[in-house]
């Protein structure tokens, strides 16, 4: 989510290959944090081709002149250009493996967010397709998802707004993903979360919400408890008759 | 939807072949009603796999005594024979098509709800897979649904429950369908809308939802109000430093 206040990135850390193999896997990344730039990558799919992905990354990709050091996180000079070379470094992370799984059925796609800033540039989010391409979040719709998105996104298209304060989006977020791991047992806590202020005299917060969080626990009871009050106070259907009513 | 207090049925009635390609067309459907019957079918998927289905199930499928009338809605001896007489029926409306689509790539998978009842039974409601198979829907999960699912199983997975009263029952089905409308364009008023009471004494209502319907229009203004509201009401993250707030 990428509000006038600033960047929050939120992944659930449950990976499966079928429902009775699951495990807790990191999917939010900080490939690079410096006085200059901090640069953060969420992902979905593919757990091997993410992998491959990030070990790339922390690689370098050639350079692209003779004396030139390879192209990382850490010297790529615009957010633009970063998510460039995550495409290039994704594009090389499907070749290595395209000939073990010619042919087999599995799924090797992956899809991710990738956000952050670099130097005086603004906070930037962008989503990235299988293939590399990617789309930036524009502040008509301030907010991208991958993976199981359908179960949380009523939330984020109903209350999220360019305007939306900082506590308000963590709140929206965290709603959203209650909702989808209510829905769908693959996704689950612990939840990963990172706060970047467009101020930059602000703290960045960056915590993991444990599966026993008192404060998830609570947004969710309180959360259940105001939708039945909410539904109970809209007005009853007026083409039911009278009777229905208890 | 079916609770203790009765049958919900909500379809919308939005086809498409294609973005730029949709029409109006009726998904939920009465097959029989009469003094000792009703039974009604909602559809989701090819529309026309959908429509065979239904000339078929008007015809009647072929008696299995010499001198029986054929197997009709109007006398299959109960629910249950109800759901199997559809699945026979989609699985000759598939077969019936087979060969033109063979090969082509189109899809003509179809879902199902059935739904109502028959005699001095309780209303039941089905849930048919394309193969023809079924599922019955119970009180632990007092609800079915078919085609566009996700955006809105939230609101039901969370505020739905066996003993629901009736209008809050179709409350929580019309904010259902009000968030998968305003994520999904493919989904659109008219809203066809049925509602059975268990208490034979109560009226049957049925109903069809404009586009510029007024109870709709508040329905959906009042709750995402009051999800601002309930958001706002939630206690704010602990693990964001003071001066985040506002």
Same mark, same amino acid.
């Given at each position: ?13 449950? /990976? *499966?290959?079928?429902?009775? !193999? ?10 690079? =944090? ?19 992905? +990030? ?8 350079? =692209? ?36 799984? !010619? ?26 397709? *299988?293939?590399? *391409? ?29 305007? /939306?304060? +900082? ?16 829905? !769908?047992?693959?996704?689950?806590? #612990? ?20 599966? =026993? ?8 009871? =309180? ?14 259907? #007026?083409? +039911? ?6």
């Amino acid at each position: 989510m990428l509000t006038a206040g600033g960047l929050v990135l939120i992944a659930d850390t449950r /990976t *499966n290959a079928g429902i009775d !193999n699951i495990s807790v896997y990191k999917k939010l990344h900080t490939l690079a =944090e410096s006085e200059d730039r901090l640069i953060m990558l969420a992902s979905a799919g593919s757990l091997s081709v993410t992998q491959s992905l +990030l070990s790339l990354l922390d690689e370098g990709l050639p350079a =692209e002149g003779h004396d030139d050091l390879p192209r990382t996180m850490a010297n790529v000079p615009t957010m633009f250009r970063a998510a460039q070379l995550v495409g290039e470094a994704l594009g090389e992370a499907h070749a290595s493996i395209a000939h073990v799984l !010619n042919g087999s059925g599995i799924d090797s796609s992956v899809s991710l967010l990738l956000g952050g800033r670099i130097g005086d540039g603004p906070l930037q989010l962008y989503l990235m397709y *299988n293939e590399g *391409n990617f789309i930036e979040c524009e502040p008509d719709s301030p907010f991208l998802q991958i993976g199981e998105l359908k179960y949380g996104k009523p939330m984020l298209d109903r209350t999220l707004q360019w305007n /939306t304060t +900082l506590d308000e989006v963590v709140k929206v977020g965290l709603i959203s993903f209650d909702s989808t791991m209510r829905s !769908n047992l693959s996704v689950g806590r #612990p939840l990963d979360l990172i706060v970047v202020p467009s101020d930059r005299k602000k703290q960045i917060v960056k915590t993991r919400i444990e599966p =026993e969080d008192a404060y998830f626990d609570l947004l969710s009871d =309180e959360w259940g408890r105001r939708l039945h009050e909410a539904r109970s106070a809209i007005p009853d259907p #007026p083409f +039911l008759p009278e009777f229905q009513h208890p």
